[in-house]
């Protein structure tokens, strides 16, 4: 009966180790990254008790937002209030900011605090991603790749949505759109700068575009 105990109870605490694994796997897949805040501890960022996901997450009492796709990540970052000046196309189309990538937005426009979370001000020290490194972007978004915007789904030079690989387009009001996440993976560091897919021999850009 001991046995059978014990192995019961073993089972049980693998089974709750799986249950477990997927939030644990995120967590060990952005503990070496800038993601992770503990690791800008050289710009005065603490974060209590070690915990990595609360700085962009938290299970209760997340931000209230209107759109459906920022309510699914139970956000708990100060989102960015800034007035941003968006990529134009050739055709005249302009990004609207949102989506998803205000969220990105909301450490990497170089004015919200990355360390303005929580709606604790015990923990706010107004630390923002310093001027001068690549991953302050600033409001002036005119040299960027275009965000917020509708993927030009059957277009020429374009790739059927569909049939995209390795990317991610981003419902927003029923439209596919392109957005920061479309090319960068906030939780996996693996081939740098988060991407989804290697930028060696334009693989990146080959995705979408089909010339």
């Known amino acids: 009966m001991r046995i059978m105990s014990r192995t019961i109870a073993a089972i049980f605490v693998i089974g709750i180790i ?3 694994s997927p939030a644990f796997g995120q967590q060990v897949k952005i503990a070496n990254t800038p993601h992770n805040l503990n690791n800008l501890d050289v710009w005065g960022v603490q974060m209590p008790q070690n915990r990595i996901c609360l700085p962009c997450h938290v299970p209760h009492n997340a931000y209230p937002d209107e759109d459906a796709d920022i309510k699914m990540v139970l956000w708990n970052h100060e989102e960015t209030d800034g007035a941003f000046d968006m990529y134009v196309t050739l055709d005249g189309d302009q990004g609207t900011l949102d989506g998803t990538s205000k969220l990105c937005l909301s450490c990497h426009d ?6 303005n979370y929580g709606g604790n001000d ?3 020290n107004d630390i923002k991603i310093p001027v001068g490194r690549p991953s302050n972007l600033g409001t002036d978004l005119t040299n ?3 965000i917020g915007i509708a993927y030009p789904d059957g277009e020429a030079g374009y790739r059927p949505a569909g049939t995209l690989v390795g990317v991610k387009l981003v419902t927003v009001s029923s439209v596919e ?3 920061c996440t479309s090319c960068h993976d906030p939780h996996n560091n693996g081939l740098g700068k988060f991407l989804r897919v290697p930028i060696s ?3 990146l850009c080959l995705r979408c575009h089909d010339k």
């Open 18 to 20: 799986g249950l477990a």
């Open 110 to 115: 170089g004015v919200t605090a990355i360390d």
């Open 122 to 124: 015990g923990y706010f």
């Open 144 to 146: 960027d790749h275009p």
């Open 177 to 179: 759109r392109v957005e």
């Open 201 to 203: 021999g334009s693989a």
